[in-house]
């Protein structure tokens, strides 16, 4: 990989990230090595109760093993950092941030940054860009007494035609207050079949929201993979390197979590309930034929963090 990336303990989660300029091992090594702990995780997992006839999706193979889940934030469905969630099968989608003043003056804004398949910036939607590229922002609020909202409409037939690969959803408090001091704050995303259509927030269009607590003053809570219609789980933190605490100042950083997360290599869960499975269980080619089932949508899902943490790991 072109980058080796990683994510210390701490309040909140962030990803330091160097060229890594290892020698890669000969093949048979890494064979091996990885025989020797299939091996000792089988036998270990063959000492718990008979799972019977198992039915795995291969979709689980797209959402990450929960081994670290400190410094996650609390959001509508509790997701590993890196997890991809298909996005649905429509041309737009409405990014969304609420939040509601601290001890003074909030002024917190949401932005939009563009990048290619090879990771070159290409462009921002914010306050002070409000309409490029197919975003479209509802324009900026500094201060939020009684609580403000910002939008984000992404027509994602126009980033396609423009070459975006990447939409990193970057969320700024400008005013430099950290998220942990406010009393509300949360992000999120709509699929809409119509911006100009329905109610500007439609609950039943809401797909993923985050509440935003960290002690940060950057907050990168997802990315969008147009060419693999994926909506990959980042819930990072990046502390501010300027003065004016915008996205255009902290490309660098921006930048370097999204390489990071793309490219950092971590188990996932088809692995693990595979595992499990030949250690104590039959795998089967259909939930129908299933005693347990392990999927997205049912039986144990990617997010029953507690359950998998407790009893597969």
Request: overall charge neutral; hydrophobic content about 40%.
């Amino acid at each position: 990989l072109p980058l080796r990336a990683f994510t210390p303990k701490g309040a909140f989660a962030k990803i330091y990230g160097i060229e890594d300029r290892r020698e890669p091992p000969p093949p048979d090594v890494l064979a091996r090595a990885t025989s020797l702990c299939e091996a000792a995780l089988v036998k270990r997992f063959a000492s718990l109760p008979s799972l019977g006839r198992c039915f795995i999706d291969p979709a689980l193979r797209d959402y990450r093993v929960p081994l670290a889940q400190r410094a996650s934030s609390k959001s509508m469905r509790t997701l590993v950092r890196g997890s991809r969630l298909p996005m649905p099968d429509t041309r737009f989608i409405r990014l969304f941030l609420w939040w509601k003043n601290g001890s003074g003056r909030t002024d917190i804004d949401l932005s939009a940054a563009f990048f290619d398949a090879d990771f070159v910036f290409k462009e921002t939607v914010a306050y002070y860009n409000l309409k490029s590229f197919g975003g479209y922002h509802s324009g900026d609020i500094v201060t939020a007494p009684e609580g403000a909202s910002e939008f984000i409409d992404l027509d994602l037939d126009v980033l396609v035609e423009k070459g975006i690969r990447y939409v990193v959803t970057s969320i700024n408090s400008f005013t430099q207050q950290p998220y942990c001091d406010l009393p509300e704050c949360f992000a999120g995303w709509m699929a809409r079949a119509d911006v100009a259509a329905g109610e500007v927030f439609e609950p039943r269009s809401v797909f993923d929201r985050i509440d935003i607590a960290s002690d940060t003053q950057i907050c990168l809570p997802f990315v969008m993979d147009l060419q693999e219609r994926r909506m990959i789980w980042a819930d990072l933190g990046l502390t501010s390197s300027a003065r004016w605490n915008n996205v255009n100042n902290n490309l660098s950083g921006v930048s370097l979590m999204l390489r990071a997360l793309i490219h950092t290599p971590r188990p996932d869960l088809e692995t693990l309930f595979d595992l499990h499975v030949r250690a104590r269980g039959e795998r089967v080619a259909s939930a129908q034929q299933a005693q347990a089932i392990f999927a997205p949508d049912q039986g144990i899902t990617p997010f029953d963090t507690d359950l998998i943490r407790s009893q597969f790991l």
